[in-house]
């Protein structure tokens, strides 16, 4: 018997539950990895939370739970020569990562995507690399960065923030990170310049950067964006991800939007020497625990699950 999480319904962390389950394993044209980490994203409890959410993912009935893991492959079924018993991978398997296997067709098709971990990396950094990766890389792509630039990152303190940011400095960009005060100290360790959200943003912005921002990046709602708009960006040079409210001109953009290639160019970086925070691990058994508190907004960095 194995282990899996599984969501029988639409809700909170409550709808939960660790499953034992008969062993899977690798068919022919598959393989199965033996997770090691699972990262956790904002994605994961939406879909869980909502069946409309759900929906845009093809996903309607009872489900597994997670989308980010890093494992070692451990059965190679018939036909398979991608992959090798033994191999270290890591990538995205939608609503399926946090459990003890995975089960993976091969070749590897979106919204799935498997690589080797390089050198180097360990597991927890590689689950958290995936959608994050992805999501900072579509999200700074949309804007064209210069070195010239000084950029407005809303949520920088987050899983996703902490790898936007770092990506902004390595394009020469001087960056604006907000946050709340208790993460002012973790933003200015990463290089940010920290700035408080809520109420008078722009105000703030202007007072940090007497000469003016030249791009925003959003990555919780449209409150940097907005703040951006009143302070001159042209929208063009504005990105937003994970919110549904579309501002007029301004890219709306994801993980789903990244270009080919844009996981290894963020494994790259990490590689050569960018920081992915792990804010905070847990057991399989305590996902509900895992899931509460990255809901709750107020980690530094990324969540990952120990099988």
Same mark, same amino acid.
């Given at each position: 018997? $194995?282990?899996?999480?599984?969501?029988?319904?639409?809700? #909170?962390?409550?709808?939960?539950?660790?499953?034992?389950?008969?062993?899977?394993?690798?068919?022919?044209?598959?393989?199965?990895?033996?997770?090691?980490?699972?990262?956790?994203?904002?994605?994961?409890?939406?879909?869980?939370?909502?069946?409309?959410?759900?929906?845009?993912?093809?996903?309607?009935?009872?489900?597994?739970? #997670?989308?980010?893991? /890093?494992?070692?492959?451990?059965?190679?079924?018939?036909?398979?020569?991608?992959?090798?018993?033994?191999? *270290?991978?890591?990538?995205?398997?939608?609503?399926?990562?946090? +459990?003890?296997?995975?089960?993976? *067709?091969?070749?590897?098709? &979106? &919204?799935?995507?498997?690589?080797?971990?390089?050198?180097?990396?360990?597991?927890?950094?590689?689950?958290?690399?995936?959608?994050?990766?992805?999501?900072?890389?579509?999200?700074?792509? /949309?804007?064209?960065?210069?070195?010239?630039?000084?950029?407005?990152?809303?949520?920088? +303190?987050?899983?996703?923030?902490?790898?936007?940011?770092?990506?902004?400095?390595?394009?020469?960009?001087?960056?604006?990170?907000?946050? $709340?005060?208790?993460?002012?100290?973790?933003?200015?360790?990463?290089? /940010?310049?920290?700035?408080?959200?809520?109420?008078?943003?722009?105000?703030?912005?202007?007072?940090?950067?007497?000469?003016?921002?030249?791009?925003?990046?959003?990555?919780?709602?449209?409150?940097?964006?907005?703040?951006?708009?009143?302070?001159?960006?042209?929208?063009? *040079?504005? $990105?937003?991800?994970?919110?549904?409210?579309?501002?007029?001109?301004?890219?709306?953009?994801?993980?789903?939007?990244?270009? &080919?290639?844009?996981?290894? *160019?963020?494994?790259?970086?990490?590689?050569? #020497?960018?920081?992915?925070?792990?804010?905070? $691990?847990?057991?399989?058994?305590?996902?509900?625990?895992?899931?509460?508190?990255?809901?709750?907004?107020?980690?530094?960095?990324?969540?990952?699950?120990?099988?």
């Amino acid at each position: 018997m $194995s282990r899996t999480v599984v969501r029988d319904g639409f809700g #909170g962390p409550e709808v939960l539950r660790v499953r034992e389950v008969p062993e899977p394993h690798a068919g022919p044209g598959e393989i199965r990895v033996a997770v090691r980490a699972a990262g956790l994203n904002p994605m994961d409890w939406q879909i869980a939370g909502s069946a409309r959410h759900a929906a845009r993912f093809g996903i309607t009935g009872p489900s597994g739970f #997670g989308c980010d893991l /890093a494992g070692v492959v451990d059965e190679v079924g018939y036909g398979v020569t991608e992959f090798a018993e033994g191999d *270290r991978v890591y990538g995205g398997v939608l609503a399926a990562a946090v +459990a003890d296997y995975v089960v993976v *067709r091969v070749p590897v098709t &979106p &919204p799935n995507v498997l690589l080797r971990i390089p050198d180097g990396i360990d597991d927890a950094t590689a689950a958290a690399l995936p959608t994050p990766g992805l999501t900072a890389v579509a999200a700074l792509d /949309a804007v064209r960065l210069e070195p010239a630039d000084t950029v407005l990152v809303g949520g920088a +303190a987050g899983g996703v923030g902490v790898l936007t940011v770092q990506l902004a400095q390595l394009a020469g960009a001087t960056v604006i990170g907000t946050g $709340s005060p208790g993460t002012f100290d973790f933003l200015e360790r990463l290089g /940010a310049i920290p700035a408080t959200y809520g109420s008078g943003l722009a105000h703030r912005v202007r007072a940090l950067a007497p000469g003016g921002i030249t791009a925003a990046i959003d990555l919780n709602g449209t409150e940097t964006a907005e703040a951006a708009l009143a302070l001159g960006v042209p929208p063009a *040079r504005i $990105s937003t991800v994970a919110t549904e409210r579309r501002l007029p001109g301004v890219h709306a953009t994801g993980a789903f939007a990244a270009g &080919p290639g844009a996981l290894q *160019r963020i494994t790259d970086a990490v590689a050569a #020497g960018l920081t992915v925070p792990i804010g905070a $691990s847990f057991r399989l058994d305590r996902i509900r625990e895992a899931v509460a508190l990255q809901a709750a907004g107020h980690v530094h960095g990324k969540i990952v699950v120990i099988p």
